[in-house]
């Protein structure tokens, strides 16, 4: 059977996805150097870098949760415990057996239950670590005007910003090997290119 061609991710979603890809990129290679894993730009160099890639972040991050909001497409997120274990099954076995995708993608559910929990664990835990954290860091100045400097050390907040960047760096590499297990090796990667995905006929 053929496979069928749907109109997945529209052009705002497409720009808004690699913009924040390239921004996060940036946000490890300067944010892993200010940590003192390696020495790349220089210290100095590394820290504007990182704090400009951050502030623009967060101005694509208002401009997204925007128009998630006018399109609806924020349901997408909503989690379901429903086939999370087919999932499982299919990246742990099936897949490598050439068994058959247990989701069919739909413009209307675009995520397989597996991806819209590892999103919201992105959105829900991750980000507010590493944004809470980061926030925290740039504002460490206004500590004793805030009242913060009595309750909170910057040992603690520099725990949780590494920790939010491990685990930001294993989710990425996680996601683009993920990316990887469509239809095709790019599948996923061309629909996000270029908004149109081939998929497999439903069984
Ligand atoms: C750390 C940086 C990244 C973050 C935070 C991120 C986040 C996301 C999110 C939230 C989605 C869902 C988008 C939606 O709801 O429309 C997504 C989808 C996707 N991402 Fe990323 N991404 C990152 C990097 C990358 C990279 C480097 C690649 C390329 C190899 C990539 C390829 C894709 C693809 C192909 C999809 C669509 C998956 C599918 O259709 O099943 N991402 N990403």
Same mark, same amino acid.
């Given at each position: 059977? @053929? !496979? ?16 924040? !890809? ?13 940590? /003192?894993?390696?020495?790349? *730009?220089?210290?100095?160099? !590394?820290?504007?870098?990182?704090? *400009? !890639? ?28 429903? @086939? ?27 995520? @397989? ?28 100045? #206004?500590?004793?005007?805030? /009242?913060? #400097? ?31 297990? /469509? ?21």
């Amino acid at each position: 059977m @053929n !496979a069928e061609r749907i109109y997945i991710y529209k052009r705002y979603e497409r720009f808004w996805h690699w913009s924040q !890809a390239l921004l996060i990129i940036v946000m490890m290679v300067t944010g892993f150097e200010v940590h /003192g894993s390696y020495s790349l *730009l220089g210290f100095a160099k !590394a820290v504007s870098i990182h704090s *400009l !890639a951050a502030w623009t972040l967060l101005t694509l991050w208002a401009f997204t949760i925007f128009w998630q909001f006018t399109t609806g497409e924020w349901r997408q997120y909503l989690p379901s415990l429903k @086939n999370v274990a087919a999932m499982i099954r299919y990246y742990a076995f099936g897949i490598f057996r050439d068994a058959p995708h247990p989701f069919h993608k739909t413009v209307v559910q675009k995520h @397989n239950p597996l991806q819209r929990l590892a999103y919201l664990a992105l959105l829900a835990v991750i980000s507010p670590l590493i944004w809470g954290s980061g926030l925290l860091y740039l504002f460490y100045a #206004d500590w004793p005007r805030l /009242g913060l #400097d009595a309750v909170l050390s910057l040992e603690s907040v520099a725990v949780a910003h590494a920790l939010g960047g491990y685990l930001i760096t294993a989710f990425f590499f996680i996601h683009v090997y993920l990316t990887t297990t /469509g239809h095709t090796v790019f599948a996923h990667i061309k629909a996000m290119i270029t908004g149109w995905e081939e998929v497999a006929p439903k069984h």
